[in-house]
């Protein structure tokens, strides 16, 4: 149950509920009666087959399929190896049930599909009451009518698949519903293939499907996109009869346009630098106020402690700063975000030459930030962190999965996998983030 139950937790997530909840095994008894149907009616036949040979006589798009040997036989055969089909006298794979068409259709889901096969499985809602089982093909159509589906959505990849979807509904005489296909939404740098996200788990590339780097709607969700982020991206793009490929930069572009109105700032130091401001009091703490978030008056403030000693990025300082570097140097002078203006005078190095603490002394009358009475501004704004208070933290940053634009473009004999991104998974440890983050 656990893929039935990721789905609906997923729909909810995404903000929709549905009228009723539908399973295909809730028709699996209708289904075998309209299978019995079709043999009665010369549409269908048991085939001993083995898979293999199936594919061998299908055929190909060049060349045209066979008829089985067991194609012609007795509606009462058919009926007796179908009912102990059912009865579980055979094992996995020794005979199948396939609907009765055209063996020398240019469309081979035409050539006489497959409807059940046999396995001996216990289904997550009917128990072992069957050890057969629909093939999508013959079910998805059924299912449909049943439910009074107008019209069935599906991906361009089953366009070739609806004329047996409607061969089906045609010769069992029931509603008539309309498969329509469009699109498949693909991105780049991802793959979005059941298949091989499924490969992607099992070996162990990823987590799981939650993994944050993962298509997954559970994994983006511990990514930190949102569902109107999603819901906005799909009305965006819409829908489309032609194959397509949308920039992930798409997608990342509503993520953050959604962030940018809904989610609360914090400050975070993912590689502390250390800062001692000697001109403070020692001892003395004060309590700044933060804006939550500057898209949205209503997000309120929240109070940041400063201190004497504090953590900035190490990127934030230079010593020796290259052209056009306006962030923290010797001799120059940066805001610290809702706290002070400060300026640099001196360094501390470890045996490998290597700055560890930065010196700098503070403006008393820029407190929150602003700008002094003399008029005199800076050019850069850095966050920072009090050192007696921030928490530390373990981050994650993740870069694409995929190093290519389209993943499944490899070099000759190499899996898709060969594409995956060494970098998609950065663990920073150590980081310092400010207190609020710990409540």
Request: charged share 30%; aromatic share 10%.
């Amino acid at each position: 149950t656990e893929y039935v139950d990721s789905i609906m937790e997923d729909v909810k997530w995404l903000g929709f509920h549905w009228d009723g909840l539908f399973y295909a095994s809730d028709y699996f008894d209708q289904l075998y009666e309209w299978a019995v149907k079709l043999i009665k009616d010369g549409k269908a036949y048991v085939d001993d087959l083995s898979a293999d040979e199936i594919r061998e006589y299908r055929g190909t798009l060049t060349k045209p399929g066979k008829d089985s040997p067991y194609r012609n036989r007795s509606v009462e055969e058919n009926l007796d190896l179908f009912e102990r089909m059912r009865a579980g006298e055979f094992p996995d794979g020794a005979r199948v049930l396939r609907a009765k068409i055209d063996m020398s259709s240019p469309n081979l889901n035409m050539r006489d599909p497959v409807m059940y096969r046999i396995l001996h499985a216990e289904h997550h809602r009917t128990g072992d009451k069957w050890c057969i089982y629909p093939m999508y093909d013959y079910a998805h159509g059924q299912s449909d009518s049943l439910e009074r589906v107008t019209h069935s959505m599906c991906t361009l990849e089953f366009e070739d698949h609806r004329p047996l979807y409607n061969w089906f509904i045609q010769q069992l005489g029931i509603f008539p519903s309309q498969q329509i296909e469009f699109d498949r939404l693909n991105l780049t740098y991802t793959l979005l293939s059941k298949r091989k996200l499924l490969q992607l788990v099992q070996e162990g590339h990823v987590s799981g499907w939650d993994d944050p780097r993962m298509p997954t709607l559970v994994g983006i969700r511990r990514r930190g996109y949102t569902p109107d982020a999603i819901r906005n991206f799909c009305g965006a793009i819409g829908a489309s009869k032609t194959n397509g490929v949308i920039e992930l930069a798409m997608l990342e572009h509503f993520v953050r346009e959604d962030l940018n109105k809904h989610a609360a700032r914090v400050m975070a130091v993912l590689r502390p630098l250390k800062v001692v401001i000697d001109n403070y009091p020692e001892n003395q703490v004060e309590e700044m106020d933060a804006v939550n978030n500057p898209e949205d008056a209503n997000a309120g403030t929240r109070k940041v402690p400063f201190s004497r000693v504090l953590y900035i990025e190490q990127d934030d300082f230079r010593e020796v700063p290259p052209p056009k570097y306006f962030r923290l140097s010797p001799g120059q002078e940066v805001r610290l975000r809702y706290a002070y203006f400060i300026k640099c005078s001196g360094v501390v190095k470890n045996e490998k030459g290597e700055v560890v603490e930065v010196h700098c002394s503070y403006d008393p009358a820029t407190r929150g930030g602003n700008n002094p009475p003399d008029g005199r501004k800076v050019k850069s704004t850095i966050h920072w962190v009090s050192a007696a208070h921030a928490v530390d933290a373990e981050v994650r940053l993740y870069e694409t999965l995929f190093a290519k634009p389209d993943p499944s473009q490899t070099e000759e004999g190499k899996e898709f996998t060969s594409n995956l991104n060494p970098n998609s998974l950065e663990v920073v440890s150590h980081a310092r983030v400010e207190p609020s983050l710990a409540k």
